[in-house]
T-cell receptor, first 114, second 114 residues
Framework: DSGVTQTPKHLITATGQRVTLRCSPRSGDLSVYWYQQSLDQGLQFLIQYYNGEERAKGNILERFSAQQFPDLHSELNLSSLELGDSALYFC?????????????FGPGTRLTVT | AQTVTQSQPEMSVQEAETVTLSCTYDTSESDYYLFWYKQPPSRQMILVIRQEAYKQQNATENRFSVNFQKAAKSFSLKISDSQLGDAAMYFCAYGRFGNEKLTFGTGTRLTIIP
């Protein structure tokens, strides 16, 4: 158990819908990262927040957005969902804002868009 | 842009034998970090080992060790005395010093033959 929690574990929804994925970082970690893993692919970095502020952006679609709240939990919002958005979405946290420190991954949220 | 290449989509090894997984990367940076993550069927991402580029000594963690060749931009993972629990996808990842995201390879699926 990494100490990072993600809810829900599974999500099935229809095209065009909007969903919210939630992540709680390890106690004491200020940085939250979101990654997308499509079927049998490597992880793609989406976005990072550090202590409530956006720190870095990867290949995140405009239909996707995220935020980090004062209690440091983070939410990833996916809207106008398409079939291709079906993937495993991981949240990771680290104590600092860069890769000097390990990123600890949550168990992921499996999103299926039908 | 940094890229990470894992040229072996699948590998298999007899239980108790040794296997080496390959990873190459491309970067113009001199300070960076390299990681191997394990993803078992549970899909949890588990950090196996990390290597700081400024360290000449290869990292080791019990049965896991790396062969880090900075000039060749190569970072292979050796698993000794393979066990059934080692069966998983293994991802090589790169993190630039002072940067935020990890760049992952496409993974190698390791099968352990009893």
């Amino acid at each position: 158990d990494s100490g990072v929690t993600q809810t829900p574990k599974h999500l099935i929804t229809a095209t065009g819908q909007r969903v919210t994925l939630r992540c709680s970082p390890r106690s004491g970690d200020l940085s939250v990262y979101w990654y997308q893993q499509s079927l049998d692919q490597g992880l793609q970095f989406l976005i990072q927040y550090y202590n409530g502020e956006e720190r870095a952006k990867g290949n995140i679609l405009e239909r996707f957005s995220a935020q980090q709240f004062p209690d440091l939990h983070s939410e990833l919002n996916l809207s106008s969902l398409e079939l291709g958005d079906s993937a495993l979405y991981f949240c990771a946290s680290s104590v600092s804002a860069n890769t000097n420190y390990e990123q600890y991954f949550g168990p992921g949220t499996r999103l299926t868009v039908t | 842009a940094q890229t990470v290449t894992q040229s072996q989509p699948e590998m298999s090894v007899q239980e108790a034998e040794t296997v080496t997984l390959s990873c190459t990367y491309d970067t113009s940076e001199s300070d960076y970090y390299l990681f191997w993550y394990k993803q078992p069927p549970s899909r949890q991402m588990i950090l196996v080992i990390r290597q700081e580029a400024y360290k000449q000594q290869n990292a080791t963690e019990n049965r896991f060790s790396v062969n880090f060749q900075k000039a060749a931009k190569s970072f292979s993972l050796k698993i000794s005395d393979s066990q059934l629990g080692d069966a998983a996808m293994y991802f090589c990842a790169y993190g630039r010093f002072g940067n935020e995201k990890l760049t992952f390879g496409t993974g190698t699926r390791l099968t352990i033959i009893p």
